[in-house]
């Protein structure tokens, strides 16, 4: 079984793109997510940190997406077991 990794930064241009996409700003977000300042979203979009699992869920239903659209996954060449 090979290893499954996130790219987080391939995964927070998919989360900007979706965004654009869905026609929502930074600032609609950061107050959708009640956060004070937007720069945990911008993390998120750089691939400096990722949402918690309770943020992807709210982040998929205001995308209109699902997680897996979201997140984008790799699989290392090491081998598990």
Same mark, same amino acid.
């Given at each position: 079984m090979e290893i499954p990794s996130i790219?987080? @930064? &391939?995964?927070? #241009?998919? $989360?900007d #793109?979706? #965004?654009v996409a869905a026609g929502i700003s930074i600032r609609d977000m950061?107050? +959708? +997510?009640? +956060?004070? *300042?937007p720069q945990a979203i911008y993390k998120? $979009?750089?691939g400096a940190s990722m949402? *918690? @699992?309770?943020? =992807?869920v709210i982040l998929a &239903?205001? =995308?209109?997406v699902t =997680?897996? !659209? $979201? $997140?984008?996954? !790799?699989?290392? &060449?090491r081998k598990c077991g």
């Open positions: 790219n987080t @930064i &391939a995964t927070g #241009r998919n $989360i #793109r979706l #965004r950061q107050m +959708f +997510f009640g +956060f004070a *300042t998120w $979009i750089h949402p *918690t @699992i309770d943020n =992807l &239903a205001m =995308l209109g =997680l897996d !659209e $979201i $997140i984008v996954v !790799e699989t290392d &060449a």
